[in-house]
């Protein structure tokens, strides 16, 4: 895992030196966009519906990962780490969070049991050095939730319209497997006109794809809301 994670961050550290790409946290939130104050532990409560929620992480040296989350109701969460380490826990997280963490099943990236809240996710990332992380969430209706839950937790076959799909991601392809199934599978609602490598870059093009609203959280446990307010467009 931390080989892994040594990499990924030279990685990008090479291309943000080599190509001057914007780094976190939220660099192209657009200024235009209405901000409210909260905490951490209230994201659960801001929709009583089911919702769309793609996460985007920083390292502080760029951009660090991407993820998916699809709330189908109260009761009822599907979260996929593609490529990702949610899961993989040493002695210290099992400690402060109990037994079920050890529990916890992982297929095909799919967390298939205990899959996390949006709080203890985003504590998860402070672990592996991440400094912020952006979550975009789109409402959905019961057709649009259960027609990506089908997707995500069963795949698709080559004769699908949209072709073959399934979650299990290369290592290094987080971004590249989520900007796929979104552009594959949740249109007309987000319509993206490519694939994305570099977790900033999805960032940059979902904030044009009017989420209902963004989340921007930092290590010092506060949380910014921000809604679209006048133009959508985002910073270069």
Same mark, same amino acid.
């Given at each position: 895992?931390?080989?892994?994670?040594?990499?990924?961050?030279?990685?990008?550290?090479? #291309? /943000?030196?080599?190509?001057?790409?914007? $780094?976190?946290?939220?660099?192209?939130?657009?200024?235009? %966009?209405?901000? #409210?104050?909260?905490?951490?532990?209230?994201?659960?409560?801001? +929709?009583?519906?089911?919702?769309?929620? =793609?996460?985007? +992480?920083? &390292?502080? $040296?760029?951009?660090?990962?991407?993820? !998916?989350?699809?709330?189908?109701?109260?009761? &009822? =969460?599907?979260?996929?780490?593609?490529?990702?380490?949610?899961?993989?826990?040493?002695?210290?997280?099992? *400690?402060?969070?109990?037994?079920?963490?050890?529990? !916890?099943?992982?297929?095909?990236?799919?967390?298939?049991?205990?899959?996390?809240?949006?709080?203890?996710?985003?504590? %998860?990332?402070?672990?592996?050095?991440?400094?912020? $992380?952006?979550?975009? /969430?789109?409402?959905?209706?019961?057709?649009?939730?259960?027609?990506? /839950?089908? $997707?995500?937790?069963?795949?698709?076959?080559?004769?699908?319209?949209?072709? #073959?799909?399934?979650? %299990?991601?290369?290592?290094?392809?987080?971004?590249? +497997?989520?900007?796929?199934? !979104? @552009?594959?599978? +949740?249109?007309?609602?987000?319509?993206?006109?490519? @694939?994305?490598?570099?977790?900033?870059?999805? *960032?940059? *093009?979902?904030?044009?794809? #009017?989420?209902?609203?963004?989340?921007?959280?930092? /290590?010092?446990?506060?949380? &910014?809301?921000?809604?679209?307010?006048?133009?959508? &467009?985002?910073?270069?």
């Amino acid at each position: 895992m931390y080989r892994h994670k040594i990499f990924i961050l030279l990685l990008i550290l090479y #291309s /943000e030196l080599l190509f001057g790409c914007a $780094v976190g946290p939220s660099p192209y939130l657009p200024e235009t %966009w209405k901000q #409210s104050i909260g905490h951490l532990h209230t994201v659960e409560t801001i +929709a009583n519906r089911p919702r769309l929620q =793609v996460f985007i +992480a920083y &390292s502080g $040296v760029g951009s660090s990962h991407s993820a !998916l989350r699809l709330v189908t109701n109260q009761e &009822s =969460v599907i979260f996929w780490d593609p490529a990702g380490d949610y899961g993989r826990f040493d002695d210290d997280w099992h *400690a402060q969070h109990g037994l079920h963490s050890q529990d !916890l099943q992982r297929e095909n990236d799919l967390i298939l049991n205990h899959p996390p809240d949006v709080e203890t996710f985003v504590r %998860w990332r402070w672990t592996l050095d991440d400094t912020s $992380v952006e979550l975009f /969430e789109w409402d959905l209706s019961k057709l649009q939730s259960k027609r990506l /839950e089908e $997707v995500l937790l069963h795949g698709t076959a080559d004769d699908h319209p949209a072709g #073959s799909f399934s979650t %299990w991601t290369v290592p290094m392809f987080c971004t590249m +497997a989520t900007s796929d199934f !979104l @552009r594959r599978f +949740a249109n007309p609602m987000i319509q993206l006109p490519e @694939r994305y490598f570099f977790p900033h870059n999805l *960032a940059q *093009a979902l904030y044009t794809q #009017s989420p209902s609203r963004v989340h921007v959280f930092t /290590e010092d446990g506060k949380k &910014s809301v921000y809604t679209p307010h006048g133009p959508t &467009s985002v910073r270069k």
